[in-house]
């Protein structure tokens, strides 16, 4: 039996996660010899390699392959390369996949006569610590998240901007080129705004979930955010157009607290309107990780990590501005 299916897994010292995403692979319901999956590895430092070839000796369609440039596109585009499906399917080593998974990617992708599908995410703490779960609280909130539908839940099939990680035919990339290696972030929604812009279709499949093991940190979320805005405004002028405008909300926030400090020293007003709007996000802040919260504990935390999420993706969004009108 040939194989038509080339799972693809970027790795990076992912010894923690690793094995339950492995194990949730061996699970999937569909005939082995018509898959492969590839792990291609950016010359990773913990245990993860020999995590990997461990697995190989017993299953003959796993793969490892090294990625020296050692950032996600640059490996996505070396495992498509070496790639023998025809439906490409990009996991992530942080997850892990329900057994029908890689069944109802492909049985979706045709029916739907899609360009990408993809599932839904369910976020989780990497541990019990209140840190820990208020992150993975406010990555599955709307007022953390905006209409991202993946994160936030849908209750039916539906065309969408973007997906997380996506099950693709593999002439889509043929068609429209393979990642874009300058965006260390946001790669994927680039590649998403491109099928789109070419008159492909992307739909998003609320009956299956992903389980995704959210950063154990704030600073490690801080800084995930602060790179998601920072290489937006590249993805934008790639483009050569916004491909959502829930993106500008961040900034608008980031400049909002900016803006207003300075105003606030002209005139008695502008005080009271600085002040009254940074109460009213505070008052959301509150209402929502009251709304979302899962531990009472998180209540008090979750305004702090919205705050963090927020104000490190705006600020790295008006990073990537002045990057781009410099040049760099």
């Known amino acids: 039996m040939s194989i038509n299916i080339s799972i693809i897994c970027p790795t990076l010292n992912e010894e923690k996660y690793i094995v339950a995403c492995i194990d949730s692979l061996e699970q999937q319901d569909i005939e082995k010899a018509e898959i492969e999956v590839i792990f291609v590895d950016g010359f990773s430092t913990d245990r993860t390699r020999d995590i990997i070839k461990a697995h190989q000796k017993y299953h003959n369609w796993m793969k490892l392959i090294d990625n020296p440039k050692r950032i996600v596109p640059c490996a996505m585009n070396i495992g498509i390369k070496n790639a023998k499906g025809n439906i490409i399917i990009r996991i992530d080593a942080h997850a892990t996949f329900p057994a029908n998974y890689i069944s109802e990617l492909v049985r979706n992708l045709k029916s739907l006569n899609a360009d990408n599908v993809g599932a839904l995410i369910e976020t989780l703490p990497v541990n019990e610590s209140i840190e820990a779960k208020s992150i993975a609280t406010a990555l599955s909130s709307s007022f953390g998240m905006g209409n991202s539908y993946f994160r936030v839940g849908a209750k039916k099939i ?26 260390i972030r946001n790669q994927d929604d680039e590649l998403n705004a491109r099928i789109i812009k070419n008159g492909g279709k992307i739909f998003l499949l609320p009956h299956l979930v992903i389980k995704y093991f959210a ?34 909300f961040p900034l608008l926030f980031v400049l909002g607290i900016f803006c207003g400090f300075i105003l606030s020293f002209l005139h008695p007003v502008f005080i009271y309107i600085y002040v009254s709007t940074l109460l009213v996000y505070l008052m959301c802040a509150i209402y929502f990780g009251m709304k979302d919260s899962k531990d009472r504990k998180e209540i008090f935390y979750l ?7 927020h104000t490190a993706y705006g600020w790295g969004y008006l990073v990537g501005i002045y990057n781009i009108l410099m040049k760099k």
């Not at 969408?160 to 965006?183: H, M, Q």
């Not at 590249?234 to 829930?246: C, D, E, F, M, Q």
């Open 215 to 248: 950063r154990d940190s704030i600073k490690k979320t801080r800084k995930m955010f602060y790179q998601y805005g920072l290489y937006k405004p590249l993805v934008n002028k790639k483009l050569g157009s916004p491909a959502t405008i829930r993106q500008f």
């Open 303 to 309: 305004p702090y990590v919205y705050a963090n999420i």
């Open 158 to 183: 539906m065309e969408v901007d973007t997906v997380p990680f996506g099950c693709f035919r593999r002439e889509v990339f043929d068609k429209i080129g393979l990642y874009d290696e300058e965006l």
